[in-house]
């Protein structure tokens, strides 16, 4: 049974920091490509930053690359993901999700996810 389990949100005053953790249970966690999205309210789901099974290559979004880091603890099979610097317009629901390694180029698609966690809220006071 596959489960992603998101953690580490709350409320924070710009320009402060959080970081989140994703664990992962149930698949080959060294055959996956994990994934952080975000929904803001009124908003679309938008892919954050991926991180490849080996660690070896990470992805950022434009609106997070320089602010935002992630990596991943194959010993725990869990992903983080630090957020510094934060912006009121990061406040958003949080989710990590996977994707086979072999579809890596698409890991911050929406829609090319083969499992999705529970979000965790993350809220950005100015």
């Known amino acids: 049974d596959v489960q992603l389990q998101a953690s580490g949100g709350g409320l924070v005053q710009a320009g402060g920091s959080l970081r989140l953790s994703c664990v992962a249970s149930?698949?080959?966690?060294?055959?996956?490509?994990i994934t952080w999205f975000r929904q803001a309210p009124q908003k679309e789901r938008e892919g954050v930053s991926c991180i490849t099974s080996t660690g070896s290559k990470a992805y950022y979004s434009d609106s997070v690359k320089g602010r935002f880091t992630i990596s991943s603890d194959h010993a725990e099979n869990t992903v983080y993901l630090q957020m510094n610097n934060l912006k009121p317009e990061d406040t958003a629901v949080y989710y990590c999700?996977?994707?086979?390694?072999?579809?890596?180029?698409?890991?911050?698609?929406?829609?090319?996810?083969?499992?999705w966690g529970k979000g965790t809220l993350v809220t950005v006071s100015s």
């Open positions: 149930g698949f080959a966690f060294d055959n996956y490509v």
């Open positions: 999700a996977t994707v086979s390694d072999s579809r890596q180029w698409d890991c911050l698609i929406v829609d090319a996810m083969d499992y």
